[in-house]
C-alpha cells in the first residue's frame, strides 16, 4: 500500500528541479574613437553654422534690396530692379530737401518718451499686483491676467475708428496726446507678459527681508525689485521705442498737422494721387531704417539678457 492509502492524505509531488537561467547577452553600443566624436562634432557645427547663416541672409536680404533700390531711378526699379550699373545720389537729396527728418525725429522722440513711460509704469505696476499680491479668489487673478493678455488679440486697425471718436470727444485731436495715448494703452498687454513671466521667477525673499527692514511697498519696488528688473524693463522699453518708431495707422489718422509729423510718415510723403517717386520713396525708407538697425544693434545685449534673465531659476 501507498503512504497516501496509510495516511489519507495524497502527497505533493516532488518539486521539478530547477533551470539554470542563462545571463541574457547585454549588447555594447560600439564606442566610438575620439576622431570619429569629433569629425561628429563638426558636422553638427557645420550644419548649426550653415542654417543660422541662411536665416541671416533671408532676414538681411529685404535690407539690402531697399537699400539698392535707394540708388535707383522709379524708372528703373520698375524695369530692372537688380541693375547695379546706374546708381545715383539723387534720391536720397530729394528726400533731404523734402522731409524734414529733424523735426520729424523730434516728434518721434517725444512721442515715444512719454507713451514708453506712461505705458512701461502702469505695466510695472499691474505685473506686480498680479504676481505679489494674494487675491481672496484665486480666479480673479487669473481672470485680470487674461484681461490684460487679451488685448494681444485685438488687432490695431479695429482700435482705429474708436479711437478717433474718443480723441474728437476729448478734444486731442491733432495733438502729440492723441497717438500717445493710444501707444501707451497698446503695449500694456504685450509688456505684462513679459514682466509678469520675470516677477514669477523672482524669489520673494528679497522683498520679504526688505519689508521686515521697515521698508514700505514703495521703499520695495524702488529699491529692491526695479534693480533686479533692469535687464527686462531694458527690453520693454526697447521694443516700444521700435513699435513707436514704426507705427503708421494711428499716426496716419489721429495726426493731421505736417508740423507733428513723425518718421513714419515719412515714406508717404513721396506717393501721390495718381504717381509714385518709388526711388525717393526707398530712400526715405533707408533714412529711417539705418538708424533704428544702428541702435538695435547697439543694445541688442540687453535684449537678450532681459528675454533670458526669467527663463532659468538660480
Request: glycine fraction near 6%; include cysteine.
Amino acid at each position: 500500500m501507498t503512504s497516501a492509502t496509510v495516511t489519507g492524505r495524497e502527497t505533493a509531488p516532488p518539486p521539478a528541479p530547477a533551470t539554470e537561467r542563462r545571463p541574457g547577452r547585454v549588447r555594447h553600443r560600439p564606442t566610438r574613437s575620439p576622431a570619429a566624436e569629433r569629425r561628429r562634432r563638426v558636422r553638427t557645427r557645420i550644419i548649426v553654422a550653415g542654417i543660422a547663416y541662411l536665416v541671416t541672409f533671408l532676414v538681411v536680404l529685404p535690407i539690402l534690396w531697399i537699400v539698392l533700390l535707394s540708388f535707383q531711378q522709379s524708372d528703373q526699379i520698375l524695369s530692372d530692379p537688380f541693375s547695379v550699373q546706374t546708381l545715383t545720389l539723387e534720391n536720397y537729396r530729394d528726400a533731404i530737401a523734402t522731409l524734414p527728418l529733424v523735426q520729424m525725429y523730434k516728434n518721434t522722440i517725444i512721442i515715444a518718451a512719454v507713451a514708453v513711460t506712461i505705458g512701461t509704469t502702469v505695466s510695472f505696476m499691474a505685473s506686480f499686483a498680479l504676481t505679489r499680491m494674494v487675491f481672496r479668489r484665486r480666479g480673479v487673478q487669473s481672470a485680470l491676467l487674461l484681461y490684460f493678455l487679451a488685448g494681444l488679440a485685438v488687432p490695431v486697425y479695429v482700435l482705429l475708428f474708436p479711437v478717433y471718436r474718443l480723441d474728437l470727444a476729448l478734444g486731442i485731436f491733432g495733438t502729440y496726446a492723441a497717438v500717445i495715448l493710444p501707444y501707451a494703452v497698446v503695449s500694456i498687454p504685450f509688456n505684462t507678459l513679459l514682466l509678469t513671466g520675470f516677477l514669477r521667477g523672482m524669489p520673494g525673499e528679497l522683498e520679504e527681508a526688505a519689508i521686515i527692514d521697515g521698508a514700505g511697498l514703495f521703499r520695495v519696488c524702488w529699491s529692491v525689485v526695479l534693480p533686479v528688473m533692469r535687464p527686462i524693463l531694458a527690453t520693454v522699453v526697447i521694443f516700444n521705442v521700435v513699435y513707436v518708431f514704426n507705427e503708421f495707422p494711428f499716426v496716419s489718422v489721429l495726426i493731421n498737422d505736417p508740423d507733428l509729423a513723425t518718421v513714419s510718415l515719412a515714406v508717404s510723403k513721396f506717393q501721390g494721387q495718381y504717381s509714385v517717386n518709388y526711388g525717393g520713396m526707398m530712400a526715405a525708407a533707408t533714412l529711417v531704417l539705418l538708424p533704428q538697425l544702428a541702435i538695435y544693434a547697439v543694445l541688442q545685449r540687453h535684449v537678450i539678457a532681459g528675454l533670458t534673465a526669467g527663463a532659468v531659476k538660480g
